[in-house]
């Protein structure tokens, strides 16, 4: 039988009359049997590229999104169509959990939507391989490239998970690629460059506006701005939790109805946000850049930047919330060198220091050939963050030094639902032998017991594949009851280093690197902003889209005098009162502030996983003193304590 074209499944389960810029191009590919790339700006229906394939294609359509927020809007959306779709995160009962997997093994969802960590949960991954995957939809696919702005080792794994589920086909997708990113993406993901669409990055609605205002001029000018404007559904990004907090209040008491959302809410309080901000025509949400990624919002007007982006990249996915509805739309920065402190510190605040990556090298290669950690329990002790651990490790694979395996369970727990005889009863022979061992083997408590799974596997001379499917299999008949706990990543060495100082320098020189990278995005908003001639056309050419001529609605076009740099930051001069006091922390704290670079942290207010640890931090009189000058200044002044 032969589906029905492609315009009618659109009309019939979407209500769309015609298909967007290359939707359809992406969609005839994928259903030919191609994987694909597509890069659509934020709101030009990269969604629809996966869901309406998945109505065609005979098996699961399985969608990877870092965005809780997008997988829940999406579904609702689906399902209010008739559509058979659900998620899998860690929002989800047990009870829920199960019966997501349940459609799935019955055949009954057409699209699963989880987030990339879901792939370290072993009873996902066994459960996967009874199932067909005719796609594997990969959102936010500029993560694998370390050139991308937001780059994640997580996501280095997904093509091998891919694999591993033998999908038939892949569609990555993301809003913010350049060309070195996008090249990145079709390598690891072995897709046709001929089969990567770029519809490209212009919006001829949205009106792009620049201000450069000093720190304590910002407050009026968000008010002014927003006073002079009808009103409209609005978001206004900051870059910290408490500014959010602050600014929300702000708005308030100037008369204007407006709530924080930031990461650091219960996530009870973030839903009711996002709901109250989706309902209304004149909410203003004032959020951290968590806010907006899959919010299915067409008529949002305004977007403000109380705080610098940290890339063009983010600047771009933010502004491309506002009028997707094709309605003329105003998005404002608002410029101040204020904020470069801020963002610096945060790039400056990730980077090891030398001493804490010649810790991780020395800890890599005096381990045993095979060994498996805890990124969170490493992480302390290196002193290095928990994401730039993971990326350090990620170094190593690809320069061929470790390799790694698929993450684990150390300990399992379970507790009965049924009666042990309930259970027994329920298998005979063989089976029913293997589950009264495995039961044996659990070090029972009043309600819960725990399997140590190593053991078991040595006791019962088994495999850890067979132990996983039964704690599974028992728990998807609700015989069982099952939590997973010390999670553990396990790496083989293949060589070790003929001198581990030249790999801990090399290590040191990527991170430098990686740094140098970070603190030049954050110079291409700054230069571009204060730009002296078209500001759209220069933000299309950074993501490869070339303009003629000037576009008439961005700062530069509109008035072409006011485009002017941010007042210059004063030079930083350390007293001698302030190196006797760093020389003196250091002396009291040689194993916390064990560096220049510890130092520098600690006196800009840049907290470590070492430091966090202690006592030794904001309620100290010195913590953050120098929260106003810049990371590397401070950095310079203690290079010879």
Request: glycine fraction near 4%.
């Amino acid at each position: 039988m032969t589906s029905p074209p492609l315009e009618q499944i659109l009309l019939s389960a979407f209500g769309y009359k015609e298909f967007r810029v290359g939707q359809k191009r992406v969609i005839e590919q994928l259903v030919a049997g191609h994987s694909c790339a597509a890069i659509f700006p934020t709101g030009a229906g990269k969604s629809l590229c996966y869901q309406l394939p998945a109505l065609t294609l005979p098996g699961l359509t399985l969608v990877i999104s870092p965005l809780i927020a997008l997988m829940k809007d999406q579904i609702d959306a689906l399902t209010a169509r008739g559509i058979a779709a659900a998620r899998l995160d860690s929002t989800l009962t047990l009870d829920q959990y199960r019966d997501v997997m349940q459609r799935a093994r019955r055949g009954e969802l057409k699209l699963l939507y989880v987030a990339p960590e879901r792939f370290i949960n072993e009873r996902f991954r066994e459960a996967l391989q009874s199932l067909r995957v005719s796609l594997f939809a990969v959102d936010e696919a500029h993560c694998i490239s370390e050139w991308g702005h937001n780059f994640r080792p997580d996501y280095l794994k997904l093509p091998l998970f891919a694999k591993a589920c033998r999908a038939e086909r892949i569609l990555a997708l993301t809003a913010t690629a350049t060309p070195e990113v996008l090249k990145d993406i079709c390598q690891a993901f072995a897709i046709d460059p001929d089969h990567a669409t770029c519809t490209g990055f212009y919006r001829p609605n949205l009106c792009l506006l620049t201000q450069v205002v000093g720190a304590e001029q910002r407050d009026a000018e968000l008010i002014a701005a927003l006073k002079s404007k009808d009103p409209g559904s609005t978001i206004v990004y900051v870059t910290l939790q408490k500014t959010a907090e602050f600014v929300a209040a702000l708005l308030v008491k100037a008369g204007f109805s407006a709530q924080a959302y930031h990461a650091g809410m219960d996530a009870e309080d973030r839903s009711a946000v996002q709901d109250w901000f989706i309902d209304s025509s004149s909410a203003i949400v004032v959020a951290t850049i968590a806010f907006g990624m899959g919010i299915d919002k067409a008529n949002i007007r305004y977007v403000y930047h109380y705080n610098l982006p940290k890339s063009l990249e983010n600047y771009s996915q933010e502004i491309g919330r506002a009028g997707r509805d094709g309605q003329p739309s105003v998005c404002q920065l608002l410029l101040c060198s204020k904020d470069l402190n801020t963002l610096e510190n945060f790039i400056y605040g990730d980077s090891p220091s030398l001493t804490a990556i010649r810790s991780l090298v020395t800890f890599v290669f005096s381990s045993e050939t095979s060994f498996d950690l805890n990124l969170y329990e490493l992480s302390p002790q290196l002193d290095i963050r928990s994401l730039v651990l993971g990326t350090l490790f990620t170094y190593l694979e690809l320069q061929q030094f470790i390799e790694s395996g698929t993450p684990f369970y150390a300990d399992y727990q379970f507790k009965m639902i049924w009666t042990q005889e309930a259970v027994w009863n329920h298998f005979t022979g063989e089976r029913q032998d293997f589950l009264k061992a495995l039961f044996g083997c659990a070090k029972k408590s009043r309600i819960w017991s725990t399997l140590d799974i190593q053991s078991a596997i040595s006791t019962l001379k088994t495999t850890r594949d067979r132990i996983i499917k039964a704690l599974d299999y028992m728990s998807e008949l609700g015989m069982i009851e099952v939590k997973a706990s010390q999670m553990r990543k396990p790496y083989r060495i293949l060589k070790r280093p003929a001198a581990q100082e030249d790999l801990v320098q090399t290590l040191y020189q990527q991170m430098m690197h990686r740094e140098a990278r970070e603190i030049d995005r954050l110079n291409q908003v700054v230069n571009w902003a204060t730009l002296g001639s078209c500001q759209v056309a220069a933000l299309g050419a950074h993501f490869g889209e070339s303009r003629e001529g000037s576009c008439g609605h961005c700062s530069f076009c509109l008035n072409p005098e006011q485009s002017r740099l941010p007042e210059q930051r004063a030079e930083f001069i350390a007293e001698p009162a302030l190196l006797e006091s760093a020389r003196a922390l250091h002396r009291q704290f040689p194993q916390l502030l064990t560096d220049e670079v510890a130092l520098a942290r600690f006196f800009c207010g840049i907290s470590s996983p070492k430091l966090s640890r202690t006592n030794l931090g904001p309620k100290h009189p010195l913590f953050a003193s120098l929260a106003e000058v810049p990371f590397k200044d401070i950095l310079a002044s203690f290079k010879h304590l």
